[in-house]
């Protein structure tokens, strides 16, 4: 796995899995995701662009560089078959 | 396949694919996405708490149903392997 496991993972795999496949309704699949889109989208969590609580919080703890490396781990998870 | 297609799927077809794999760097793939997730991000469009114009333009001209429509045919698509 060319992609390292970021050390903060653990923020984000309560909601949506270590491998990116979430468990609750509502919260989305980021398995595969394009890249761009995951940054994309966490900009817009971090801006407020997306005014959504619990991801402000868990963006706003973050570095960018943590960031890039979460979206990274999460592009690269194979989707559920 | 238990989900009909939907007749507005050309609407997103045209960048996330009918088999909801995006063909273009920054657009989501849709493809097995929850649900949930789809609905909450559709509206969010529509009601521009999300500022993306191309999908407020998008979204605006479909209904309700339409968009759920469109929410179920992506969420059953078979992520790529």
């Known amino acids: ?10 923020l984000c795999a309560s909601c949506h899995g270590e491998d990116g496949r979430s ?10 995701q394009d890249l761009e889109y995951l940054k994309t ?14 991801m402000r919080a868990a ?3 973050l570095t960018p560089s ?3 490396a979460l979206a990274a781990w999460y592009a690269a998870r194979p989707p559920r078959p």
């Open 59 to 61: 963006v706003g703890a």
């Open 1 to 10: 796995d060319e992609v390292p496991r970021p050390a903060r993972l653990g």
């Open 66 to 68: 943590e960031l890039d």
């Open 23 to 32: 468990t609750q309704s509502g919260t989305p699949h980021l398995a595969g």
């Open 41 to 54: 989208a966490l900009a817009a969590y971090r801006s407020g662009q997306r005014d959504v609580a619990v």
